[in-house]
């Protein structure tokens, strides 16, 4: 099943350390299934998030990107 939640960065980037802590915090509070996916193995979303990466997706939406704050991403989610 895929997650609502799609968090979006790459390998050794400390910005994806600090948001990916983030997204498992709030998608584990929740109950929110969630995927991770790498700008460097999607040409596709290389082109279109690598200026902004980590970058996270509720239901197919930017919900934040670079610094993501868990109650931004709980707001996203329970709105």
Avoid: N
């Avoid at 082109?47 to 931004?72: K, N, S, Y």
């Amino acid at each position: 099943m895929r997650g609502r939640v799609q968090f979006i960065g790459k390998p050794d980037c400390h910005l994806c350390d600090d948001a990916r802590a983030v997204v498992v915090a709030v998608c584990t509070e929740l109950d929110e299934p969630w995927e991770e996916h790498s700008i460097l193995d999607d040409p596709m979303l290389y082109d279109e998030f690598w200026e902004r990466i980590p970058v996270v997706l509720v239901d197919d939406r930017v919900a934040g990107f670079w610094r993501i704050e868990a109650a931004q991403l709980r707001s996203a989610l329970t709105a």
